[in-house]
């Protein structure tokens, strides 16, 4: 059974940053692909980040672009979303997700496998 665990969410300000993880069981994530996305109050899911394959391919949503870095560490079977530069608008239930295989996409319907999510607010 393949458990995704997201942690680090918190209650920042504007400007501030914080680091969130997904840690994996049942799954190796290095030979997924692993994303991160976002889903705000009344707003539906949106992409943040993914990582991928053997060589760490990474994308990232354009509103994020500079500010947030997607890594992985192997040995841990955990990725990690370090977000810098933190905006209200970043406020949001954030979600790790896994594929069945090594592809990519940001739409959710390409990850099968999901986390409980983890709250980051962002105060003004």
């Known amino acids: 059974q393949v458990q995704l665990v997201e942690s680090g969410g918190g209650l920042v300000q504007a400007g501030g940053s914080l680091r969130l993880s997904c840690a994996a069981s049942?799954?190796?994530?290095?030979?997924?692909?692993v994303a991160w996305f976002r889903q705000a109050p009344g707003k539906e899911r949106e992409f943040v980040a993914a990582i991928r394959g053997a060589f760490s391919i990474i994308d990232y949503a354009d509103s994020v672009k500079g500010r947030f870095a997607i890594s992985r560490d192997n040995a841990k079977n955990t990725v990690y979303l370090q977000m810098n530069s933190l905006k209200p608008e970043d406020t949001a239930v954030y979600y790790c997700?896994?594929?069945?295989?090594?592809?990519?996409?940001?739409?959710?319907?390409?990850?099968?496998?999901w986390g409980q999510g983890t709250q980051v607010t962002v105060s003004s």
């Open positions: 049942g799954r190796t994530l290095s030979t997924s692909g």
């Open positions: 997700a896994a594929r069945y295989d090594s592809g990519s996409g940001r739409k959710s319907s390409n990850y099968a496998y």
